[in-house]
Nanobody, 123 residues
Framework: VQLQASGGGLVQAGGSLRLSCAASGLTFSRFSMAWFRQAPGKERDLVTRISWIGDNTYYVDSVKGRFTISRDNPMNTVYLRMNSLKPEDTAVYYC?????????????????WGQGTLVTVSS
């Protein structure tokens, strides 16, 4: 199984980025997908997750209204559209896959992880 995340970079506050995570080696439509992030010196925390067919999503309060998760099952890809970025969004972003239909916030719920992509938001 491989999850390949991409799309990170340096952006000014208020700007936008779209992250992508391409999956291979798994039945993608049978995995819940999520994005976590880890800022320097902090724990890896859940940002958002999406259900098998994309009919259910969850966002942490700090990104609601600014971030949108979506998935394209035929393309085995999950996306994270990030708008109105803030300096506090700076972190390494990881995509993750869980076989659970309803995973909770814990990283232990996710079996597979991408390598991470760095998002830096300058003020």
């Amino acid at each position: 199984v491989q999850l390949q995340a991409s799309g990170g970079g340096l952006v000014q506050a208020g700007g936008s980025l779209r992250l992508s995570c391409a999956a291979s080696g798994l039945t993608f439509s049978r995995f819940s997908m999520a994005w976590f992030r880890q800022a320097p010196g902090k724990e890896r925390d859940l940002v958002t997750r999406i259900s098998w067919i994309g009919d259910n999503t969850y966002y942490v309060d700090s990104v609601k209204g600014r971030f949108t998760i979506s998935r394209d099952n035929p393309m085995n890809t999950v996306y994270l559209r990030m708008n109105s970025l803030k300096p506090e969004d700076t972190a390494v972003y990881y995509c993750a896959a869980s076989p659970s239909r309803f995973p909770d916030d814990r990283a232990s719920q996710y079996n597979y992880w991408g390598q991470g992509t760095l998002v830096t938001v300058s003020s």
